[in-house]
T-cell receptor, first 111, second 120 residues
Framework: AQSVTQPDIHITVSEGASLELRCNYSYGATPYLFWYVQSPGQGLQLLLKYFSGDTLVQGIKGFEAEFKRSQSSFNLRKPSVHWSDAAEYFCAVERGNKLVFGAGTILRVKS | GAVVSQHPSWVICKSGTSVKIECRSLDFQATTMFWYRQFPKQSLMLMATSNEGSKATYEQGVEKDKFLINHASLTLSTLTVTSAHPEDSSFYIC????????????????FGPGTRLLVL
């Protein structure tokens, strides 16, 4: 069955440190992949998406993600985290022209 | 950027009453809007897809008579939870697609901030 797994419910990093949020999917073909961020009181915002081509995707706010077919992963990275990055992050996969979301990872940033 | 609003942000109601949630695209026209439901510590689950001027398409397991969706204009979709019960308590999120491809996955979805419903 199609699923999206975000293994980490919570992650805490220090401001200025690097960040990697994990996302794994179970799907036969190469899916369309997305990362969204949700800040308190705001709607989900698209950070980046992968449809095809270069497997390293650049997004907004300094985020990037790399699609690794062999690992069925689409991990989100940022080299230096800012306090404003504290939020909940959702990985999503396209299935039948619809979005299937992971359970989310809450990022806490400590100063 | 494109903005989607939801109203109300919070609603508490008694069991058996109906609740209407509005989703508006503020600065663009949305041919297609989506309604999601999110339980605590779980992912968003698509409930239905609505296209302006036509009936909504509901996902398997979602009761269409329980969750009434109306998409009467290109900027407004409403979700009415009829005869609400405590198990309907949840976080309801809408999104709007800005393109003209009927909500094709290539179109960016813009999400509202969500409505938290508590049924007593």
């Amino acid at each position: 069955a199609q699923s999206v797994t975000q293994p980490d419910i919570h992650i805490t990093v220090s401001e200025g440190a690097s960040l990697e949020l994990r996302c794994n999917y179970s799907y036969g073909a190469t899916p369309y992949l997305f990362w969204y961020v949700q800040s308190p009181g705001q709607g989900l915002q698209l950070l980046l998406k992968y449809f095809s081509g270069d497997t390293l995707v650049q997004g907004i706010k300094g985020f990037e993600a790399e699609f690794k077919r062999s690992q069925s992963s689409f991990n989100l990275r940022k080299p230096s985290v800012h306090w404003s990055d504290a939020a909940e992050y959702f990985c999503a996969v396209e299935r039948g022209n619809k979005l299937v979301f992971g359970a989310g990872t809450i990022l806490r940033v400590k100063s | 950027g494109a903005v989607v609003s939801q109203h109300p942000s919070w609603v508490i109601c008694k069991s058996g009453t109906s609740v209407k949630i509005e989703c508006r695209s503020l600065d663009f026209q949305a041919t297609t809007m989506f309604w999601y439901r999110q339980f605590p510590k779980q992912s968003l689950m698509l409930m239905a897809t609505s296209n302006e001027g036509s009936k909504a398409t509901y996902e398997q397991g979602v009761e269409k008579d329980k969750f009434l969706i109306n998409h009467a204009s290109l900027t407004l979709s409403t979700l009415t939870v009829t005869s609400a019960h405590p198990e309907d308590s949840s976080f309801y999120i809408c999104s709007a697609a800005s393109g003209t491809s009927g909500g094709a996955i290539e179109e960016t979805q813009y999400f509202g901030p969500g409505t938290r419903l508590l049924v007593l």
